[in-house]
């Protein structure tokens, strides 16, 4: 077959048929570590490709495969040197032509997230650098940083500047690039490092909450108290997400055996409604034999619920738990502290 005929009928592919080749050409082992990255709907749609795919030309694999390996490179070059960097390596490899069409489609599904630099950056280098700016340009600066890096840093505020940082984080909806732009060249010359802005919607009380789940608990009890004052019903948001009902998985068979005896078996019944295998297997597997039939039993006779009483049930755990742990009675694993239980 001649190959601009296999480039042809490769070319006419969508990109998930592209990525369903891919998949195939894998083997079943490597497919199934890549599906554990892509979400839901991502899977099902890939699998149905899959599964409607009854034949591939091996030349149209071999093109495939190829121009993956050409995209995954031409990523990496962006990432070692910016646009600029990846366009001349490539068109010294590949050559002009198909440097630009590489170049373009990784330009339209790829963008450059601000504060790169400063990513690849030790916390308390980062934070001799921003420590004495105003709060808001630290918690702009935080919402880019990975959590652990946000929490590391957050952790060695002064008490105060906590508290006003991690309000400000939680704030934060969106920031016009040219402020963005500003605050990122400051910090980047400071670091001398180099960059490229793309993204400005950053930060809210997700971030907030992934940067406090990974603070020390002391930190966090100052925050919240503070904010509680401040802003009673961000504060209550912000505990409200700290500790979703799915992280039950994540607590010790000694603390679930407790959080199972101070909830009444009506509010577990409604809250493993939707809950995933994970967390149902957890619960039944620390309870008696008897009382896990029981509670199947009464799971299924519940019938039809609206999802808002499965939430609110789910909700009264998770505010079980966190009381169980402000009194010491429980430990929630944080990314922040080494826990010590003696």
Do not use: C
Not at 22 to 32: D, M, R, T, V, Y
Not at 95 to 103: F, H, N, S
Not at 203 to 212: F, Y
């Amino acid at each position: 077959m001649p190959t601009e005929t296999v480039r042809q009928r490769q070319r006419k592919l969508s990109g998930r048929q592209k990525a369903a080749v891919l998949l195939i050409a894998l083997g079943p082992e490597q497919a199934a570590q890549v599906f554990k990255h892509l979400r839901d709907d991502e899977i099902e749609r890939l699998t149905w490709e899959i599964a409607n795919m009854s034949h591939v030309d091996p030349e149209v694999t071999e093109e495939v495969l190829e121009e993956f390996g050409q995209l995954a490179l031409a990523k990496e070059y962006i990432n070692q040197g910016g646009l600029e960097y990846a366009r001349e390596v490539l068109e010294k490899a590949v050559g002009p032509q198909r440097a630009a069409a590489l170049i373009e489609r990784l330009s339209a599904s790829m963008q450059v997230r601000p504060f790169d630099f400063a990513r690849k950056t030790d916390p308390a280098q980062l934070l001799n650098f921003i420590q004495n700016e105003h709060p808001q340009t630290i918690s702009l600066i935080m919402a880019h940083l990975h959590p652990d890096q946000a929490g590391a840093i957050l952790s060695a505020l002064p008490p105060d500047r906590q508290v006003e940082v991690a309000r400000r984080l939680a704030s934060l909806d969106r920031t016009s690039p040219e402020v963005l732009e500003e605050i990122e060249s400051s910090l980047e010359k400071r670091l001398a490092s180099f960059v490229r802005q793309e993204y400005t919607a950053v930060g809210g009380i997700d971030v907030a909450v992934e940067v406090l789940n990974r603070v020390d608990r002391q930190t966090e009890r100052t925050i919240l108290e503070a904010l509680e004052e401040q802003d009673p019903e961000l504060a209550e948001e912000i505990k409200k997400r700290m500790f979703v009902f799915e992280d039950i998985v994540t607590l010790d068979n000694r603390a679930v055996r407790k959080v199972i005896s101070e909830v009444d078996m009506s509010v577990w019944a409604l809250a493993l409604k939707t809950a995933s295998e994970d967390v149902a297997e957890r619960i039944f597997s620390n309870m008696s034999k008897r009382a896990a039939e029981m509670l199947r039993e009464e799971i299924e006779y519940l019938g039809p619920v609206r999802l808002r009483d499965v939430e609110e049930a789910q909700q009264r755990i998770v505010a079980t738990i966190r009381r169980l742990e402000e009194v010491g009675e429980i430990i929630i694993a944080r990314g922040g502290e080494d826990e010590i239980v003696v």
